[in-house]
């Protein structure tokens, strides 16, 4: 017995726009996540010494790695937050309702959405501060980096650092999940995998803070 | 035994007088109780106009899905023993409401049915005299785990990407797809489901909460279905973009299961 599919009633070519963003949010997220892991090693060589810090940026610089890539990882992360948008509780009814469902079922996953949302948010504010900041006074030394954070932006750095390790963490877990590389049997294991590593970044963050505080010229 | 206090949703959407409000019943807890045998109870001993559904009470029909301390759950599978004594009842989100506790979640699985077009496609003629075809063993399970689906709605309505879009398809379209894709007699292509689930009313708007996953009462491999389906659709996009070589490496299997321990239920 022939079925007639009651779907293929024209002969267009099927929509592949839906799929290829989704494949390019997860790409962009993957860029961002190596990216900042690069960037906390780099930035954290400051405490081994800040000669290495100043030798590794004016490296960036010399070769117009910081200079072009900067502007680009910041174009990165528009990008990445204008496609992941598309997913956002923008209206107030569907915040409520994704509010109300979070509360009523104390789940952690569904609440590591909203933290993943509230901190897409917050990051791209604050790292489009940040990167302006510091390319507009390069050039990027362990000395200058320290009196910013000596000089008032302490706060600042503290609330960016977990936002944007708790959203790369959140964000890595997700993929995997969402393209089945993270099994039922496995998720336990990268659940835990995902609270060391973000523990692990926020650890090495908070110590190069605390290297810029006591660094003196 | 413990007294339960169990607060219960009321509203029939029929009687204009009737508005939505919680009430409150009081039972003496017994042995071996489930949620089916203290409605049954409140219904034929203190107001018989409460309405609830229910059937097999066994966690085979699939009628009694309901939000239970604010989680979907199987009213008939879940013990009052494992419930504190205040228990909350309230229908599920998402459905029809057709009075009190009992929502339509019949008109829901049947148009997504539809859009999924839930059936063997295939250009064979059946032959009713013929010998009936066989199927390895181990195929026939690993179809039937993903056929294991009550159809309870469960899934759904913990879905806060379902709450939000009504138009998403869920966790268990997604999975009674992905039972036809590892099913050889289902003539469908790659292509075919593309066109069916590929884009964010399917399993693009799937947003990875696995609240589906964590509150399914069957354990349907929810979580590694949405995965090996977004992967196979995903990658079905970039066919021709991709190098072949690449493609065949990320591609999930032609099978539904992900990890065979899972067989075990
Ligand atoms: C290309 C762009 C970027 C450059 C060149 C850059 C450079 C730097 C530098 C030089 C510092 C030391 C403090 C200072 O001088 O103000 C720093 C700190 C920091 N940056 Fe960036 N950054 C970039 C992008 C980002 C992004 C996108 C994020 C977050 C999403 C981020 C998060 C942080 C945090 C949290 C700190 C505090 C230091 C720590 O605890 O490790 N940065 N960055
Ligand atoms: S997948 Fe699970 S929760 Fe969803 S309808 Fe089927 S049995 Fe119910
Ligand atoms: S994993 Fe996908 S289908 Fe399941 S609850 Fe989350 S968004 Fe819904
Ligand atoms: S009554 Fe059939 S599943 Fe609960």
């Known amino acids: 017995m022939t079925s007639p599919s009651i779907r293929k009633h024209t002969d267009n070519a099927p929509v592949v726009v839906p799929s290829r963003l989704d494949i390019i949010q997860a790409i962009t997220g993957v860029l961002l996540i190596l990216f900042l892991w690069a960037h906390v090693f780099l930035v954290s060589s400051v405490i081994i010494s800040p000669a290495l810090m100043n030798g590794i940026a004016d490296f960036f610089e010399r070769t117009y790695m910081a200079q072009i890539g900067g502007p680009l990882v910041l174009l990165l992360i528009v990008y990445h937050f204008l496609i992941a948008a598309r997913k956002m509780p923008f209206r107030a009814s569907e915040f409520m309702t994704f509010w109300r469902n979070a509360r009523s079922l104390r789940h952690k996953d569904t609440w590591l959405w909203v933290v993943q949302v509230v901190t897409a948010i917050v990051i791209l504010v604050m790292a489009s501060i940040h990167i302006y900041v510091v390319l507009s006074t390069l050039p990027i030394t362990a000395e200058q980096s320290a009196s910013r954070v000596q000089g008032g932006w302490l706060p600042f750095f503290l609330i960016l650092l977990p936002m944007a390790e708790l959203h790369l963490g959140i964000g890595f877990y997700r993929l995997g999940v969402k393209y089945g590389y993270i099994t039922r049997a496995s998720r336990h294991v990268w659940q835990r995998n995902e609270y060391v590593l973000t523990g692990i970044f926020i650890l090495i963050g908070l110590l190069t803070l605390v290297r810029f505080m006591l660094l003196t010229n | ?265």
Request: hydrophobic content about 35%.
């Open chain 2, 1 to 265: 035994m413990r007294k339960l206090n169990i607060d219960v949703f009321r509203y029939n959407p029929l009687d204009p007088e009737s508005k939505p409000h919680m009430q409150t019943f009081v039972l003496d807890e017994t042995p071996s109780m489930t949620l089916f045998i203290a409605l049954t109870q409140i219904r034929e001993t203190i107001d018989p106009t409460l309405m609830f559904d229910f059937c097999c009470r066994a966690g085979i029909c699939g009628s009694c899905g309901m939000v239970i301390n604010g989680r979907p759950g199987l009213a008939c599978s879940t013990q009052t023993k494992d419930l504190p004594d205040h228990i909350v009842l309230q229908p599920l989100p998402f459905f029809k409401l057709l009075g009190d506790l009992s929502v339509d979640t019949g008109t829901w699985f049947r148009q997504a049915w539809e859009r999924i077009e839930s059936w063997i496609h295939t250009d064979k003629t059946f032959d009713p005299n013929e010998e009936e075809e066989r199927m390895d063993n181990e195929l026939a399970n690993e179809i039937f785990e993903l056929d294991r689906c009550i159809e309870c709605g469960c899934c759904v309505a913990a879905c806060g990407t379902a709450l939000m879009r009504k138009d998403f398809l869920g966790a268990t379209s997604i999975n009674r797809l992905a039972r036809f894709y590892i099913d050889p007699r289902d003539h469908r292509t790659e292509e075919d489901f593309y066109e069916i689930i590929g884009d964010d009313n399917g399993v693009f708007g799937c947003m990875g909460l696995l609240a589906c996953e964590d509150v399914c009462p069957k354990k349907i491999p929810l979580q590694d279905q949405l995965g090996i389906m977004r992967r196979m659709t995903a990658l079905q996009s970039v066919r021709g973009i991709v190098p072949k070589f690449l493609l065949d490496r990320l591609s999930p299997r032609r099978c539904g299961c992900s990890c065979s321990e899972q067989h075990n239920d």
